[in-house]
């Protein structure tokens, strides 16, 4: 009996920067959308909390 690929784990959405979209389908440009925009508030939360932790230093070790 054949697997269908229903059965099968669907690959988790990745994207490469340039890749060529000239393939996907709406759908999968809209998956890729999201999966970016979360990246870029992941990457933003980082860097605040970088910049809180290195302005608490420079304030600790100016005084």
């Known amino acids: 009996m054949a697997i269908e690929d229903d059965d099968k784990p ?11 979209l000239s393939l996907l389908s709406v759908e ?10 979360s990246e870029i508030e992941r990457l933003q939360v980082a860097a605040t909390k970088k910049r809180a932790s290195k302005d608490a230093a420079n304030s600790f070790f100016k005084t």
Do not use: F, P, S, Y
């Not at 669907?10 to 060529?20: A, L, Y």
């Not at 999968?28 to 925009?37: F, G, K």
């Open 28 to 37: 999968e440009l809209a998956e890729r959308i999201a999966l970016m925009n």
């Open 10 to 20: 669907r690959k988790k959405v990745t994207h490469e920067i340039g890749q060529d």
